[in-house]
C-alpha cells in the first residue's frame, strides 16, 4: 500500500520512495483512479492505468482458463 500510493500521494514521500514506487504497477492504477476521480480522462496517467488493468485482466483469463482446463481435465 505504501509503494501504490493508496494512503498519500507518493509525491509527498522521499524521492528514494518515489522510484521504488515506479516498479509497483498499483501505483498506475491509483494515479487513473485519481485522474478519473477529479474528471482528468485524457492523461498519461489514464493511459497506463487503462494498460496495467488490462494487463493484469489478461493475466488474470490465462491463469483462470488453465486452472479450470486442469480442474476438468
Known amino acids: 500500500m505504501l509503494l501504490s ?13 518515489d522510484v521504488l514506487s515506479h516498479v509497483t504497477p498499483f501505483r498506475y492504477l491509483v494515479d487513473a483512479v485519481r485522474d478519473a476521480y477529479s474528471g482528468s480522462y485524457a492523461t498519461p496517467h489514464m493511459l497506463y492505468g487503462v494498460l496495467v488493468a488490462a494487463g493484469f485482466a489478461a493475466a488474470a483469463v490465462t491463469v483462470g482458463t488453465r486452472v479450470f482446463r486442469r480442474a476438468g481435465a
Not at 5 to 17: A, Q, V, Y
Open 5 to 17: 500510493g493508496l494512503m498519500l500521494p507518493i509525491t509527498l514521500g522521499p524521492g528514494w520512495l
